[in-house]
């Protein structure tokens, strides 16, 4: 196995990867607050821990994955209030929009998605454990603060400079962009209608940034492989979560940090307060495929901003096209030599991509230069398909079927065509050879009732079938 590298926020470099008991591999991503949908900025964060996860999976790796779930904070609370649900039943329709808008995009699920408000027991012990080592002090209300002056790595993930907090400032709020470091919140006193729960401090509930931490280290231990999200969680949402777990067990909370930069819009952020978002089911309603969706947010490198325009969508529509033609092209040939029935998934379990595909994601996920070698192999494909044997055209399905188990496009889900269609596309081809085009036009429309296209080869090559990608019934 070639070796795999990373970018390392903390260390602030490309870093060889080893985990710490292979083959299995520790990641937590920080999930969404289910306040709204989530706009597809936070789902270009979302798809490159996908592809992250994808790839060492692909690399033989066991990954043991948690994204939790921020179901209680500033905004799910503010939310809530505004709309006049209870907490749970607020945030349990966003939740549920979630993981179906995930399950859309083709992402993995989880192994496990805690929820912050089932989480409550771990959350006070780790707070109790920090007031024990002195990092944290209670304040005259029943809130709990983190003394960051207490942890002398303060700032180190962020590259801040924060001298110490001598004046004692305190934050409240879950998110603040302070250049001076203060003393945050871990357990914030109980306000008036607002959800609570008993503590040892009286009734209150968590700040987001323990959460994770309780939650982290709940699911996977106190020392996890790779933790990742979005560019604006460094500071102070990771810098916090690396102060509370290292100064509750005294060991190194994360070994590799890997953050995505943002997803722009006219090179500013996609954010909710910005106004300036686009919903998955926004785009879906407009008549976007979701797999060309997924292709535009994981085909620029995870490093570099992505900014989003609706032309780039339709390229990245043209590529996932050209993709499911060239397979199609190639199960349509095996079909048509084969005996009926047989699916090529069962000759093809184990995906391949070519080497410098590989090569490119060890190089801390190069998806640039994985796509570019991509569609040259694409185009090498479709030259050689015409002269292409048996055991050519199962090669092929067997790039596919690795380029979904990295990409998650599902170009070769399908893996083998029907009888009664390979029956009918033989009646069909049969028909335009003997120039009865009125049959072959009947034949045409059999198919295409059943949800497959007919493609007419040129002259001299078979005509080919191809299914038709699922039409999205989008209710907002
Ligand atoms: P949130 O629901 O706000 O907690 O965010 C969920 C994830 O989306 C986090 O990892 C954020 O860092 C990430 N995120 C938020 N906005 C963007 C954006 N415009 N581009 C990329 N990632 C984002
Ligand atoms: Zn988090």
Not at 63 to 81: F, P, Y
């Amino acid at each position: 196995m070639g070796e795999i590298k990373f970018y390392d926020t903390l260390q602030a470099k490309v870093r060889e990867f080893r985990p710490l008991d292979p083959p299995e591999v520790t990641l937590y991503t920080c999930g969404p607050t289910v306040y709204n949908y989530a706009h597809i900025g936070n789902f270009r964060t979302f798809a490159f821990e996908d592809l992250l996860r994808r790839f060492l999976e692909f690399k033989g790796l066991r990954v043991r994955h948690v994204m939790n779930i921020t179901d209680v904070d500033d905004k799910t609370i503010a939310g809530a209030a505004r709309e006049k649900k209870s907490l749970r039943e607020y945030t349990a329709f966003y939740t549920q929009a979630f993981l179906e808008d995930m399950k859309t995009l083709g992402m993995l699920p989880p192994n496990v998605q805690p929820l912050a408000t089932d989480s409550i027991p771990d959350i006070l012990a780790l707070v109790q454990k920090l007031i024990d080592r002195e990092y944290a002090y209670v304040a005259d209300d029943g809130s709990v603060y983190y003394r960051i002056a207490q942890f002398e790595r303060y700032g180190r993930l962020s590259k801040k400079k924060l001298d110490g907090n001598v004046a004692g400032a305190r934050v409240d709020v879950d998110e603040y962009e302070k250049e001076e470091g203060a003393d945050f919140v871990l357990w914030k006193a109980a306000k008036e209608g607002e959800p609570s729960w008993d503590s040892p401090w009286g009734k209150g509930r968590p700040g987001w940034h323990i959460e994770c931490s309780a939650m982290c280290m709940r699911h996977l231990g106190e020392t996890v492989d790779i933790h990742a999200g979005g560019e604006d969680l460094i500071f102070p949402h990771h810098e916090n979560e690396i102060a509370q777990s290292e100064a509750a067990t005294g060991k190194p909370f994360v070994h590799y940090w890997l953050h995505a930069k943002h997803l722009l819009v006219n090179g500013e952020k996609m954010s909710k307060s910005q106004g300036n978002f686009f919903t998955l089911r926004d785009l879906l309603v407009k008549g976007y495929d979701p797999m060309a969706i997924r292709f535009a947010l994981l085909s620029v490198h995870y490093r570099h901003s992505l900014n989003f325009t609706l032309e780039g969508l339709k390229e990245s529509g043209e590529i996932v096209k050209k993709l499911d033609d060239c397979y199609w092209q190639c199960l349509s040939r095996i079909s048509a030599s084969e005996a009926p029935g047989k699916a090529v998934g069962k000759i093809a379990e184990k995906g391949t991509v070519t080497p410098d595909m590989e090569r490119a994601l060890e190089d801390d996920l190069n998806v640039a230069a994985f796509v570019a070698n991509m569609l040259e192999h694409i185009t090498d494909l479709n030259k050689a398909l015409p002269g292409m044997g048996r055991a050519d055209l199962i090669e092929c399905v067997r790039f596919f079927k690795g380029l979904d188990a990295l990409l998650g496009l599902d170009i070769a889900a399908i893996d083998v065509v029907p009888d009664g269609i390979r029956t009918v596309l033989g009646q069909y081809s049969d028909a335009r050879k003997a120039k009865d085009f009125s049959r072959s036009d009947v034949l045409r429309k059999e198919i295409e009732k059943t949800g497959w296209l007919v493609k007419d080869g040129r002259p001299g090559e078979p005509s080919t079938v191809k299914k038709i990608r699922r039409v999205w019934d989008i209710k907002k």
